[in-house]
């Protein structure tokens, strides 16, 4: 077989794979992206830097807040400094979200961990965001 078909192989299945750890959620993984930023990191959090953060569009982000506000996972809060501009927080609904997502991929990270070893699970994670590093260099060329 060649080395490249393989290599396509193997990483498609292991995309495959990481994506079904995340099924079952109410939402789709994009817009818990947003969750998780505004769940876990300082805000105020306002529709730009998480577009940035997430190195999507502004409309995609805008869809995203829209499908989590409509679904009562965030509000709205407007700036006090500037009236047009809002910061987007997490609802207690995101937060219990946030929190049983974050147990349940714990938890299957583990398996990984625990079949791998500590070990070979760095060194999984090093060079998937190298790979990540040098395909997004690389495409910034293209």
Not at 4 to 25: H, P, Q
Not at 46 to 54: G, K, S
Not at 76 to 94: F, G, H, M, V, W
């Amino acid at each position: 077989m060649d080395k490249y078909f393989f290599a396509n192989a193997v990483l498609s299945v292991f995309s495959k794979n990481y994506m079904d750890l995340k099924k079952g959620l109410p939402i789709r993984p994009s817009e818990m992206g947003v969750l998780n930023i505004i769940s876990e990191t300082e805000g105020p959090h306002t529709p730009v830097m998480l577009a940035e953060m997430l190195k999507v569009s502004k409309p995609m982000i805008t869809a995203h807040i829209t499908s989590l506000e409509n679904k009562g996972y965030i509000i709205k809060s407007p700036s006090p400094q500037d009236k047009r501009a809002y910061y987007i927080l997490p609802t207690e609904k995101a937060q219990a979200l946030v929190k049983k997502a974050k147990a349940d991929l714990t938890h299957k990270l583990d398996w990984l961990i625990d079949g791998l070893g500590q070990d070979d699970f760095s060194t999984l994670v090093e060079l998937a965001e190298k790979a990540n590093n040098i395909m997004k260099f690389n495409s910034s060329e293209v």
